[in-house]
């Protein structure tokens, strides 16, 4: 039995297959949204005046990836920024919604639950609390 050798339709068709498999793996990597380093702070952050975060609100506070909400005055509640799907960092967040720019994940900005996936764990929650006229976030906060 000879076989035949594969057209030129075939050939081309499962180098386009591939190269989409490679490009769709490295999507889900995170790309440049991905953080480098732990979901949550090691050390203690400073992330300003209480004040910044409105009452019965939310706060991103990106570059330190993390979310604060503010449920009455003076609770306030953390969690990371970071999604839990592929580890990028969140974008925004809209009617009470942290939205991850990667895939489309939703969370919950006063609980970190999942609303939406793909992201299948809540965001982890940080301690915070508010001392000597500071919002501080992380270990021993």
Same mark, same amino acid.
């Given at each position: ?6 057209? =030129? =339709? ?47 609100? %939310? ?5 330190? =990836? ?13 969690? %990371? ?11 925004? @967040?809209?009617?009470?919604? @942290? ?5 489309? %994940? ?29 919002? @501080? ?5």
């Amino acid at each position: 039995m000879t076989s035949q050798p594969a057209s =030129r =339709r075939t050939v081309l068709r499962g180098a386009a297959l591939a190269g989409a498999a490679g490009l769709g793996t490295a999507a889900c990597g995170g790309g440049e949204s991905a953080p480098k380093g732990p979901p949550t702070p090691t050390a203690p952050v400073d992330l300003g005046a209480p004040s910044a975060v409105p009452v019965g609100g %939310s706060r991103l506070y990106r570059e330190q =990836r993390l979310v604060v909400t503010q449920a009455a005055k003076g609770e306030f509640k953390a969690f %990371s920024a970071v999604c839990t799907h592929a580890g990028c960092v969140a974008d925004k @967040i809209e009617d009470g919604k @942290i939205h991850c720019p990667c895939h489309g %994940s939703l969370f919950d900005a006063a609980t970190g639950k999942v609303l939406q996936g793909p992201a299948g764990a809540p965001l982890p929650a940080v301690p915070v609390k508010a001392a000597d006229g500071k919002l @501080i976030a992380g270990p021993d906060a």
